[in-house]
């Protein structure tokens, strides 16, 4: 899906939707499918969580000389290195098209930080989904009504200026817009301050809520 995305866009809609050509969308909308690609990979934790319960594996669990939550929690860590792999694939292919961020390899660890930090308050979230829901096609369907809205109706492939009031009213607000501003701030200049603290204040909100939520759904089903 990210190459998908970024071929898509870039060379698809790319000259129709920045005036300056392909090659300055490019640049506009790396950050923004990096962010896009993590939150979408992060419905991926609820699904793999409802699947193992449904089959029996954390009953299995139970038996072995571990932590009750080791395995939640494995769960979660294990699945940070696959949105990390999906931040690299995405940058692959941006480095491929000739996507060069102005920062440097300093400006890339840090946008790569921001996203990875929304994305771990953001699969708690995911988890409690998983750990609630009853099958794994509900758990995709839930994430795909609150994913699908907040990715795109965002600054992920356009300019909020450039929405309807009412949507910019929405995206200015969004959370996936404060992470892609964030991150595009840190690869190819611009404001950082306010949309990394408004990440950060994003991040703990999910975390505090759906943190407890996801451990105690788990206690319940498992």
Not at 81 to 105: H, K, N, S
């Amino acid at each position: 899906m990210p190459v998908m995305f970024v071929g898509l866009f870039v060379f698809v809609f790319g000259n129709a939707i920045e005036g300056g050509g392909w090659q300055v969308y490019r640049d506009f909308i790396i950050p923004g499918i990096t962010a896009q690609s993590v939150i979408f990979a992060t419905m991926g934790t609820g699904i793999t969580l409802n699947t193992d319960i449904e089959k029996g594996i954390f009953d299995r669990f139970r038996s072995l000389p571990v932590a009750r939550s080791a395995p939640l929690i494995g769960a979660i860590l294990g699945d940070m290195v696959r949105y990390l792999l999906t931040v690299m694939m995405v940058l692959i292919v941006g480095f491929a098209i000739g996507f060069r961020p102005e920062g440097g390899v300093t400006s890339i660890i840090a946008a790569t930080a921001v996203v990875m930090l929304f994305a771990f308050g953001l699969c708690w979230l995911s988890a409690f989904a998983g750990l609630l829901l009853r099958t794994p096609m509900a758990v995709q369907t839930f994430g795909s009504i609150w994913m699908f809205p907040l990715t795109f109706a965002s600054s992920t492939f356009v300019n909020p200026d450039d929405m309807p009031s009412w949507m910019a009213a929405f995206a200015a607000v969004n959370p996936v817009t404060h992470v892609v501003d964030a991150m595009r701030g840190l690869l190819m200049g611009g404001p950082v301050a306010g949309p990394l603290l408004w990440t950060v204040v994003w991040t703990a909100g999910l975390t505090a809520v759906f943190f407890p939520l996801a451990t105690r759904a788990y206690k319940r089903r498992s």
